[in-house]
């Protein structure tokens, strides 16, 4: 086998490897299967020792805060069952904390975007055409529309805002993104229904 033959052999491997690798953790996150024992070996083995270490860390008062919550994530990474309880323990806290974080990081974009509007109403044949789009000449209540145009092609962003703020208006939404460094995406606390008691007493 000459040398040429014998690189695109092994290149031939690495690549079905990493193929079947893909899959098999696709197929491990969306569908939970998993595969035999035997093959698992090798990796369950190193999981072991890691999240062993890591448990040995987390509970070590001695050290210091950052060095256990750095094993609790080595924790939670090896054992997603593990994130799921704790996160179902905390009314979701843990979920809708990286929702909220994911969508700041959208909303900020989209604030830059908004920022950057000018720059494109400044040409006027882009203008006119973006007048008509938008069925406004107003240029503040222009870039609003392109604003709330732009949210709405994001479905990440649309989707947090839809669950987290359902009683806000379109406006309501777009004063959010624009105050987005205020208000952090930080939605109003849930309104609880209470029973008054408006008998007399006896």
Same mark, same amino acid.
């Given at each position: 086998?000459?040398?040429?033959?014998?690189?695109?052999?092994?290149?031939?491997?690495?690549?079905?490897?990493?193929?079947?690798?893909?899959?098999?953790?696709?197929? /491990?996150?969306? /569908?939970?299967?998993?595969?035999?024992?035997?093959?698992?070996?090798?990796?369950?083995?190193?999981?072991?020792?890691?999240?062993?270490?890591?448990?040995?860390?987390?509970?070590?008062?001695?050290?210091?805060?950052?060095?256990?919550?750095?094993?609790?994530?080595?924790?939670?990474?090896?054992?997603?069952?593990?994130?799921?309880?704790?996160?179902?323990?905390?009314?979701?806290?843990?979920?809708?904390?990286?929702?909220?974080?994911?969508?700041?990081?959208?909303?900020?974009?989209?604030?830059?975007?908004?920022?950057? /509007?000018?720059?494109?109403?400044?040409?006027?044949?882009?203008?006119?055409?973006?007048?008509?789009?938008?069925?406004?000449?107003?240029?503040?209540?222009?870039?609003?529309?392109?604003?709330?145009?732009?949210?709405?092609?994001?479905?990440?962003?649309?989707? /947090?805002?839809?669950?987290?703020?359902?009683?806000?208006?379109?406006?309501?939404?777009?004063?959010?993104?624009?105050?987005?460094?205020?208000?952090?995406?930080?939605?109003?606390?849930?309104?609880?229904?209470?029973?008054?008691?408006?008998?007399?007493?006896?």
């Amino acid at each position: 086998m000459t040398s040429s033959q014998s690189d695109s052999f092994s290149i031939g491997k690495f690549l079905g490897g990493l193929a079947v690798g893909v899959v098999l953790t696709y197929a /491990y996150t969306r /569908y939970r299967w998993e595969m035999p024992a035997v093959v698992r070996l090798p990796a369950t083995v190193t999981s072991s020792v890691i999240s062993a270490t890591a448990d040995s860390d987390l509970y070590n008062w001695n050290l210091p805060f950052e060095t256990r919550q750095r094993a609790a994530a080595v924790i939670l990474g090896q054992n997603p069952d593990r994130f799921i309880e704790l996160d179902n323990a905390t009314d979701h806290v843990l979920m809708r904390e990286m929702e909220r974080q994911r969508a700041v990081r959208l909303a900020l974009i989209a604030k830059e975007k908004y920022a950057a /509007y000018q720059m494109g109403l400044d040409k006027p044949a882009l203008r006119k055409m973006l007048e008509r789009k938008h069925e406004t000449s107003d240029p503040e209540e222009l870039k609003r529309r392109m604003l709330a145009a732009d949210i709405d092609e994001d479905p990440i962003l649309t989707g /947090y805002l839809r669950d987290r703020f359902p009683d806000f208006s379109r406006e309501q939404r777009i004063d959010l993104i624009l105050n987005v460094g205020q208000n952090g995406l930080i939605p109003p606390p849930r309104q609880v229904a209470t029973e008054v008691d408006l008998s007399l007493p006896r």
